[in-house]
């Protein structure tokens, strides 16, 4: 099947270097501490994060640190075949273990030591790249929730199909079985946390695919950034400041 | 106005400065292995200078974002908490207030029977010092055990601030060991705290 | 939560009491209602609802399957509904199961009528391609993303909502299949079938607190109730389902009244219901 035509163009018509259409909100779920609603084109994803409090499961309390937890669910309407389960398949589990170590790594956790962060993520629409948009979605929640971070976290996934590399794959992309890198960065810090990479791929492609992710995560992380401040002067100003 | 929010605006990773001119005050850190200032928090970048009789000349940057996470209690902090259980050695307590601020969810905290009061604190009876259902103010001693907060009461403007009375109505403090019902007129033993009058 | 102290419980009753409530509502008054229809394209029909704090997405997929053989020319309709950890941390892993069945039993209670599908609040003969074959099954899934109180109103308007926004395709069934194998039916991308909503009722729960009832009660007040009657009404003013929840006794008179209040509530709850759902519409097709 062809995924990248003639002119260059994909079955989106997006070009191959371009990232699909980013929308966020904050504030969302006002009984939260902090949330967050993140698109990447008709991926649509919503964190809540409610903490830091009293950790719930005393044996798990930590006496320096405070305790993260995630927890990844998809609503059954997400996907284009309707799931029968929407929590506690083996693949939910994983996505929830990867986003918390992701935030964990660079939430200031020592600065709220017996206590408890909840990060919670659900799905409202899946069409490829939902661990990105996760993390995004969770970055932003984070900073609503006004909990210390050393840096936000972005990510952006990248393939490579009919010799071309692909930023910000989508559903049908995705599944055409050809590689799928998801990167996740701490932009200023210069510094990657997360990578997974499915398939196979060539050492030299792989360096361009995973530049090109970068580069996406860098695009995401001055939307954000963008998002943020948007947000702060519209609080501010209702706040009469 | 405009310039003071675009320049000053910063979200978590910014840089706010080197160590050798700054240090970090709320919503800033230091990392060690670039000696450098950045920003933990959103919101907007504000530099208090040093006191002058202090050694440390730098002055404190601090991040002001517009929700602060929820309080969580600290050593050295007056926290509002309503006693929950008295037993013969020590009372606990939830903790309901941390300063000014109410938190999200409540925390658990102990009063010990050294910690009630500063003198002859080995005679000290808990159930003349608190009952369940008191209001008390009390100052976090430490992180305490795994299970709870470790308070004290031993200051005069610490202890019992509002309880019920037997009879159900609202005591009026007498002494710093006393209270009395108004309906009644009985008194009750109480570890009273002394609130400054208004 | 921290919980509320008697000062704020006192506080709560007070106000319901002299018809002024917490946030400056009469007793039998909704929140502000904001309808979105049309948020989950892949969907036959959805719809996003916000009730104050409280919001929920409801969607409806439509899919080929095979009636049940005690009732061939019926289709088929199935109500789930999920409580999603954001709206609460004690939802998460299976904390909200509980719930979830709870609001799907009584959801489907309200709107599917009878086993035999008698009453219902949908019309199922509709659903029928081939008697005995082939008919459309409904898959209503609700998801809760934020609670704060009256989280069944909330569902069933946003249910009514995405199922006046079901477009159902329009199904060619091949004449010449012998009669009893499964008959081919080409399903058409093209031409749409709205879906008849207006025998679909809305659902008004009253909470009692203390000595009165309230419409629209918020997770602070429904931290004081006594007990709970949700009532489920259609346009033309007849019942379709009750529930009481609620451990506390009611006279039988009270609840009498509370079904003419709900009637009462109802009238005004559709019709603010259905000009959002109209406006909500025609927002979508101005978009698309």
Redesign the interface.
Known sequence: MEFVNPEGLRLDGRRPMEMRQLRAEIGVVSKADGSAVFEMGNTKVIAAVYGPREVQNRSQQSNDQALVRCEYSMANFSTGDRMRKPKGDRRSTEISMVIRQTMEACILTHLMPRSQIDIFVQVLQADGGTRSACINAATLALADAGIPMTDIVTSCSAGFLNGTPLLDLNYVEDSAGGPDVTVGILPKLDKVTLLQMDSKLQMETFETVMQLATEGCKAVASYIREVLLENTKQLESRRGV | MKER?EEN?V?????LGKALELKPGY?A?F?SHDKTI?A?????RSITPAPIDSEDQRATVEVK??????P?PEPGVVVTARVTNVMAKMASADI?CVGPK???????GIIRQQDVRATEIDKVEMHSSFRPGDIVKALVLS?GD??AYYLSTAKNELGVVSAKSAAGATMVPLSWTEMQCPLTGQTEQRKVAKIDAV | MVGLSLGEQTFIKGGIDQDLRTDGRKRLTYRPIFVETGIIPQASGSARVKLGATDVIASVKAELGKPNPSYPDKGKVSIYVDCSPTAEPSFEGRGGEELSTELSSALERCLLGGKSGAGAGIDLSSLCIVRGKVCWDLYIDGLVVSSDGNVLDALGAAIKAALSDTAIPKVQVSANAPSDEQPEVDVSDEEFLQFDTSGVPVIVTLTKVGGHYIVDATTEEESQMSSAVSVSINRLGRICGLTKRGGAGLHPTVILDMISAAKHVSEQLMNKLDSEIAAAEACDEMES
């Open positions: 929010e605006f979200t978590p990773g910014d840089i919503g850190y990392s950045y933990s928090l959103t919101g907007f974002g517009h929700k602060a996470h929820g969580v309901v109410s938190v999200k969810e409540k925390f658990t992180l795994a299970r």
